[in-house]
Every structure is written in structure tokens, then in C-alpha cells.
């Protein structure tokens, strides 16, 4: 009975403390967020306080009005919108359809064709700079949108996560279907689909993440002000407001709202998600 209590008290003690090294990390993760939340608050005084005044002692939302009111933010946030929408959209759309094919359609060469596609994921995105830029001007597609939306749409890993769900889905139901005289299209959209949906959400918030931060690529594609998105458009927004470092926060509070809004919504999806798209096949 000692041994059994002993085990028992272990394991008690080792999920208590497990829980409080997390909470201490998420805690560690927060800290910055909340300084930042608090300081686009506070008077440009108050800024450098020490020791740091988490709930301002004098509120200023002035910050937020310079952000709205600026004469490029908004376009910024604008692009930002755009560009990740129809990001996401074809990103999901593509996805799933060349996950569908790769986990239930056979064809000779699928499996030699997914692991060259996978392999892909080796080439670092700075070696494709250079290339899809050069690309980009022969296609008379630099200085647009397209430069940004169109390789956003075709992401492997987004591929890879589709081929595993729709891989964990029994061939049963569609088996049956097709018995029934539903064309493949049909079994895809109205009876396969709807079953993956927490990959679904997970691959929409993985490509509104990715595109809505994504720096590099409109840095390297845009030049042009009105063109910028959010990142590119914060460090624009950071020369013109350069000793107002609270309404610099504010401005990067705000480009936080749509993923933390969209975060909250799917976050009970995401680790659903990757725990039923195990490797398989």
C-alpha cells in the first residue's frame, strides 16, 4: 500500500509541477503582450515608468485615433484584409482537393509524387526570392497582389495536413456513396469534407497567420506605399511616428485584433487537428 501512495503522490507532484512551469511560460509568453496593450494606453511620459505601471495612471487613447486616422494605416490594414482572404480561401480550396486526391484516388506514381512534393518543404523560402521575383516581372505581376496571393495559395504543408485527415476518414462512407451513383465530387464536397472539419479551421488559421504576419514576400515584391500590407506597413508607420512609442503599440495592437478574434473561435480545433493527422500510409 506504501508503494501504491508513493506512486500515486509522484504522479500528483510531477502534473503539479509540469502545471506550474506552464503556467510560468504562458505567463512569460503574456508579459509582452500586456506591455504593449498597456503602453499604447498611456501618455508618451508615462511610456518608460519604472517600474513599469501595468494599468496607466492617466488613460490616452489619442494613440488609437492617430492610428485611424492616419493617411495610409487603413489602406495598410486594407491590403492586409485582401491579400489574406483570398489567401486563405484558395489556399483551403487547393488544399483540399489535392489532399483528397493524394489520400483516396489512386493513380500510378501517387506515393513517389506526395514524397517529391513533401521534399519541397526542404528549400528554404529565401532561395525562392530571387527566382519568383525575376517571375514576378516577367509575368508584369510585381508592384501587385497577385505576387503575394498566388504562391499562398499552393502550401505543402496545408496539402499534407488535408492527405492525413482525409486519410483518417473510413473509406467505408465513400465506398458506399459511390455504390449509390455519387460522383467523386459529391462524396468529396458533401460527404468527406464535413467530417475534417477541425483541419479544416486548423489549416484556415495556420494561412491567415502565416499571411496576415508575413513580411518578407510584400517587402520583397511591393514597392509601393499603397500597396504595403500590415508589416511592411508598421515599419512604415514606425519611421513617421518615431519618438510616439505608444501610438507605434497602438498601431501594432490593432494588427493583432483579427488573429487573436480569430484564434479564440478555433483554438479548441487545432491541437483536435494535429492529434488525428498522425502519419499514415
Given amino acids: 500500500m506504501d508503494a501504491k501512495k508513493n506512486r500515486h503522490f509522484e504522479r500528483i507532484l510531477g502534473k503539479t509541477v509540469v ?3 506552464l503556467i510560468i511560460c504562458g505567463i512569460s509568453c503574456l508579459l509582452p503582450l500586456a506591455w504593449m496593450i498597456s503602453t499604447s494606453f ?13 494599468i496607466p495612471k492617466r488613460w ?26 483570398f489567401s486563405v480561401v484558395g489556399n483551403v480550396f487547393f488544399s483540399a482537393l489535392a489532399g483528397y486526391a493524394f ?37 508584369h505581376m510585381s508592384n501587385t497582389h497577385y505576387a503575394l496571393i498566388l504562391p499562398a495559395m499552393f502550401e505543402v504543408f496545408s496539402v499534407f495536413l488535408m492527405r492525413q485527415a482525409f486519410m483518417s476518414v473510413p473509406r ?19 460527404i468527406i469534407l464535413p467530417q475534417i472539419k477541425p483541419t479544416l479551421l486548423t489549416v484556415t488559421l495556420l494561412q491567415f497567420t502565416s499571411s496576415w504576419n508575413d513580411y518578407i514576400n510584400p517587402k520583397t515584391y511591393l514597392s509601393r506605399d499603397f500597396m504595403y500590407t500590415i508589416p511592411v506597413g508598421l515599419q512604415k508607420f514606425q519611421m513617421s511616428n518615431g519618438s510616439s512609442y505608444s501610438t507605434i503599440m497602438a498601431g501594432t495592437a490593432v494588427s493583432l485584433i483579427p ?9 479548441k480545433y487545432f491541437v483536435e487537428s494535429f492529434a488525428s493527422s498522425g502519419v499514415k500510409g
Fill in 19 to 21: 502545471t506550474v512551469v
Fill in 42 to 54: 498611456k501618455p508618451e511620459l508615462d511610456v518608460f515608468e519604472y517600474p513599469i505601471r501595468w
Fill in 60 to 85: 490616452n487613447f489619442n494613440t488609437y485615433k492617430t492610428v485611424f486616422t492616419d493617411d495610409l494605416f487603413p489602406i495598410y490594414f486594407l491590403n492586409s484584409a485582401k491579400v489574406t482572404f
Fill in 103 to 139: 489520400a483516396r484516388l489512386r493513380f500510378k506514381g501517387r506515393n513517389v509524387l506526395f514524397i517529391i512534393y513533401l521534399a519541397t518543404m526542404m528549400v528554404p523560402n529565401q532561395v525562392l526570392l530571387v527566382p519568383k521575383y525575376l517571375l514576378f516581372q516577367t509575368l
Fill in 172 to 190: 467505408s462512407l465513400s465506398e458506399a456513396a459511390i455504390i449509390d451513383g455519387a460522383s467523386q465530387f459529391r462524396v468529396f464536397g458533401q
Fill in 259 to 267: 488573429i487573436i478574434i480569430l484564434f479564440i473561435f478555433t483554438q
